[in-house]
């Protein structure tokens, strides 16, 4: 099979390859797991930084790894100990980080990270929802614990996973004030923001204070917004960690964890018009090494269509 592979960390997205490699099957993965044919996949642009795509969880070399962790696709094949999905069912889902991932034609995934794909949600759209939208549920909802009426700072609200938590956050009945560059205010506003901070020339901490607050940048914001927190109010961020707490309140920074329940409540969303994803650029699998490679900046997602 054709698959994007990485071997060589300091070299970054320069040094990603298009390659054969050996097709998984039903029978020489792990319990539990299926095999997939990806039809679309994502990538998260930092990811090759991660100690995960270098090594396993015993800590051993285990490149040539193949990057990508979303994918939309078919079932293949299954493994012992599958339950839940069945050969030719369409999934989207959120691959293990210490595993090969999905810049690939195949891939073997434990089941339980799989939802079922409704069949009138293309597979671009499918593997555009699975990153931006299992974080901005997770930060908002399970370690945020965002209820109506409250309200929410979102940083990067223009972004691809700002845009969903914005979204999903005035679903939920929240007053949200998004955050970012002067040039994605109207994005922001489109997405369902109610107000917007140009981080670069308005006042962040004339935003007033907020019960939550929702971090994708860190550094020197994430500070300054914990003082934007009411009391018993909380920070979550996907930075990693951090000492800032707001007064009275708490600091949560979290990875992002499949959830077959999450993803289906998310499509859902989607098929009735709750929910857009951001897409920002489509490509294939032969040029997605000059795409990752490209100067150009996107704004929203790329995605990588591996099958027509």
Same mark, same amino acid.
């Given at each position: 099979m054709k698959a994007i592979i990485v071997t060589d960390q300091a070299a970054g997205i320069a040094g990603m390859k298009l390659v054969e490699r050996p097709e998984p099957n039903g029978e020489g993965a792990n319990y539990g797991d299926v095999v997939v044919q990806v039809y679309a996949s994502g990538f998260t642009g930092d990811e090759l930084s991660w100690p995960s795509t270098w090594i396993d969880r015993l800590g051993r070399d285990r490149t040539p790894s193949i990057p990508g962790h979303e994918l939309a696709g078919v079932v293949t094949a299954l493994s012992y100990g599958t339950t839940g999905l069945s050969v030719g069912q369409r999934v989207f889902g959120l691959t293990d980080w210490t595993r090969d991932g999905t810049l690939a034609e195949y891939v073997a995934v434990e089941a339980r990270n799989l939802a079922p794909l409704p069949g009138d949600v293309d597979f671009t759209a499918g593997a555009a929802l699975v990153m931006p939208g299992l974080t901005a549920w @997770?930060?908002?909802?399970?370690?945020?614990?965002? +209820?109506? *009426? @409250? &309200?929410?700072l979102v940083h990067g609200a223009a972004g691809v996973v700002g845009s969903m938590a914005v979204q999903l956050a005035r679903e939920a009945g929240a007053y949200v004030i998004g955050t970012g560059r002067a040039d994605g205010r109207q994005t922001a506003l489109d997405f369902g923001a109610q107000e917007f901070v140009d981080l670069e020339n308005d006042v962040l901490e004339d935003a007033g204070g907020v019960d939550l607050v929702f971090d994708?940048?860190?550094?020197?914001?994430?500070? +300054? &917004?914990?003082?934007?927190? +009411?009391?018993? *109010? %909380?920070?979550?961020?996907? %930075? *990693?960690? %951090?000492?800032? +707490?707001?007064?009275? *309140?708490? %600091?949560?920074?979290?990875?992002v964890m499949p959830d077959r329940t999450q993803l289906s409540g998310i499509v859902q969303r989607l098929r009735e018009g709750r929910l857009r994803t951001h897409i920002g650029a489509i490509s294939t699998l032969d040029d997605a090494v000059a795409t990752f490679n490209s100067t150009r900046r996107v704004k929203g997602k790329t995605i990588i269509r591996v099958r027509p």
């Open positions: @997770q930060g908002l909802f399970e370690h945020g614990r965002l +209820r109506a *009426g @409250q &309200s929410v994708v940048l860190g550094g020197d914001i994430a500070k +300054r &917004s914990a003082g934007l927190i +009411r009391a018993g *109010g %909380t920070l979550v961020t996907i %930075t *990693g960690p %951090t000492d800032v +707490r707001p007064a009275d *309140g708490l %600091t949560v920074d979290f990875v």
